[in-house]
């Protein structure tokens, strides 16, 4: 409760600090509890994700899809340049998750490797096109650059023997005084 100061009016200090403390609470309670820290994808969602994404791209000695941040790469460009992939992505995961439960009774995350690796397969046959779309958004997250989500540490940059690139716009400022000479 915000107190008056003697001369009737609420103090610079109070204002600031009231309106720290009711947009926290604001973003506390508009943040879904099913959401957990993705922007698009459902903490159940992104289970799933994850355990098909590691079907395509497992870990070996090197870092898994998930592992590489593959999921935060498709989450990010699934409200932004993947807008239309949208329903598509609600849909695919829920019949995974619906083939998973209908042959194993258990959600996907929950299966062995080797149910997982049946689950993926049955989803390739069935659902092609969508297969199709998050295989390749999967390659684009491992492979792509890291400032757009994936390829955590550069880990398949790495795994490929390749050096970092530059960021773009920074290479003039990497340059050797003199011309590169």
């Avoid at 550069?154 to 340059?175: H, V």
Wanted: contains cysteine.
């Amino acid at each position: 409760m915000l107190s008056r100061s003697n001369s009737g009016f609420v103090t610079r200090r109070q204002f600031v600090a009231a309106g720290a403390a009711g947009g926290a609470a604001l973003a506390i309670g508009c943040n879904s509890s099913t959401r957990g820290n993705w922007e698009f994808l459902t903490v159940d969602e992104a289970r799933t994700l994850a355990a098909i994404c590691d079907q395509i791209i497992p870990a070996d000695d090197f870092p898994s899809a998930s592992q590489a941040g593959v999921l935060d790469y498709i989450d990010r460009q699934l409200i932004r340049h993947y807008r239309e992939h949208q329903e598509a992505y609600r849909r695919g995961l829920e019949h995974v998750e619906a083939l998973s439960r209908s042959r194993f009774g258990r959600d996907l995350a929950s299966l062995s490797t080797q149910q997982q690796l049946a689950i993926v397969s049955a989803l390739e046959q069935q659902e092609p096109q969508f297969f199709a779309l998050l295989r390749n958004h999967t390659m684009e997250g491992y492979y792509g650059s890291p400032r757009h989500g994936g390829n955590r540490d550069a880990a398949s940059w790495k795994m490929l023997g390749l050096p970092e690139p530059p960021l773009l716009g920074r290479a003039q400022y990497d340059l050797p005084k003199g011309g590169g000479q």
